[in-house]
């Protein structure tokens, strides 16, 4: 079952005298289904930043359509839009986005604080999760006490403390060292066999080589897509790196 379907995407800015017109997305289309772990890469410039942006709503696109769950995100008013995205939508981003004054415990609640969910339920959420990410031990420390990587962790728990239908990672890795990089995708590779559907933006070929499929962005459409199959990280690893070198010098699907 489908939990994301992006249908024909468009996305043209306009300069604010209409002078200059760019096109960022041309015509994307693909779907995630439940359970899946997707990697999206692409040139700078390619359209996968854009494409993230309207997948979260954070943006509107020129033409075309996103359903997540059926919903058609282009019908959700944008009063509604905020709530919708917490609800629905997961985030962890590549500079954490952790409130320096909140605890680690009061920035994993927070969405829950927005959503006014009762305080008995969002302490029986966050024990075990925090469990699981490894971070019981810092709910009273403050971002800046913290590590790179477990600020990650921290941004990740706040995500999934929604129970999200689909979590979004933009660049998760990029501002890791590559022990707390190793470590976040580790992580992210448990809570997707335990059913969590990620969709993540990446520059990185290692941290790409952890999902179960990659899409390669290019000019504003889909270019190609790999499958994991039964390739080990290495093997993706390699085909990821020589599809990269193609799309950069120019080579056909």
């Given amino acids: 079952m489908a939990v994301l379907e992006v249908q024909h995407l468009k ?10 017109r760019v096109q960022a997305l041309a015509d994307v289309s693909f779907s995630v289904e439940q359970g899946e772990y997707v990697a999206i890469m692409g040139e700078s410039g390619s359209g996968k930043t854009t494409l993230l942006n309207i997948l979260a709503a954070l943006d ?45 415990r009061d920035n994993i609640l927070l969405p829950l604080v927005l959503s006014k ?9 966050l024990t075990p999760l925090a469990d699981k990410l490894g971070l019981s031990e810092l709910l009273d420390k403050f971002p800046y ?9 921290t941004a990740a728990a706040r995500a999934l403390i929604t129970n999200p239908h689909i979590l979004l990672a933009d660049e998760p890795t990029g501002a890791l060292d590559s022990r707390a990089a190793d470590g976040l995708l580790r992580m992210f590779g448990q809570i997707n066999r335990e059913g ?11 941290a790409a080589s ?3 499929r990659v899409l390669f962005i290019k000019d504003g459409e889909v270019f190609h897509q790999l499958y994991r199959g039964k390739k080990t990280d290495d093997e993706l690893y390699q085909n990821i790196a020589d599809t990269l070198t193609m799309i950069t010098t120019g080579g056909d699907r």
């Avoid at 359509?65 to 282009?74: H, N, P, Q, V, Y």
């Avoid at 019908?75 to 605890?103: C, I, P, W």
């Avoid at 006490?145 to 962790?153: A, N």
């Avoid at 969590?196 to 290692?206: A, D, G, P």
């Fill in 196 to 206: 969590q559907t990620i969709l993540m933006v990446t520059h990185s070929v290692r």
């Fill in 145 to 153: 006490e913290i590590s790179g990587g477990q600020k990650q962790r």
């Fill in 117 to 125: 969910v009762p305080y008995e339920e969002m302490e029986c959420r």
């Fill in 210 to 212: 952890h999902a179960g």
């Fill in 60 to 104: 509107r696109p020129t033409s075309g359509a996103i359903l997540l769950e059926g919903t058609d995100l282009g019908m959700v008013k944008e009063s509604g839009l905020a709530a919708f995205r917490r609800d629905n939508l997961g985030f962890v981003f590549q500079d954490f986005n952790l409130l320096d004054t909140f605890s680690v």
């Fill in 11 to 20: 996305k043209i800015y306009t300069t604010r005298f209409g002078g200059n």
